[in-house]
Nanobody, 121 residues
């Protein structure tokens, strides 16, 4: 079955960097669009970045220029490099297998369990 396992979350000071990883298995991940979402308690889950099988990408406006989504050549591991982190980036971050590159929860096929990112000021 599909498994998405995130890692790399943690606590960092504002201005710092973190890199999240997502190990994908149970499907041919290289042929799917993959994405990162995030959620804070009491708010809706929002799409952060997506990468398609042709390596085209989409980003949430507020992370453009700071976050970079990528995947390894086999497509089995998804990454999110987060630079210049801000306190408002604090959230649970989820890896997702997608139907397309639209950063909406309705495009999600499968979810990972999430990894917490905390940015302190």
């Amino acid at each position: 079955q599909v498994q998405l396992v995130e890692s790399g979350g943690g606590s960092v000071h504002a201005g710092g960097s973190l890199e999240l990883s997502c190990a994908a298995s149970g499907f041919t991940s290289g042929t799917y669009c993959m994405a990162w979402f995030r959620q804070v308690p009491g708010k809706e889950r929002e799409g952060v970045a997506a990468i398609d099988s042709d390596l085209s990408t989409s980003y949430l406006e507020s992370v453009k220029g700071r976050f970079v989504i990528s995947k390894d050549s086999a497509g089995n591991t998804l990454y999110l490099r987060m630079n210049s982190l801000k306190p408002e980036d604090t959230a649970m971050y989820y890896c997702a297998q997608m139907k397309n590159r639209q950063l909406t929860v309705t495009s999600v096929v499968s979810w990972g369990q999430g990894t917490q990112v905390t940015v302190t000021s």
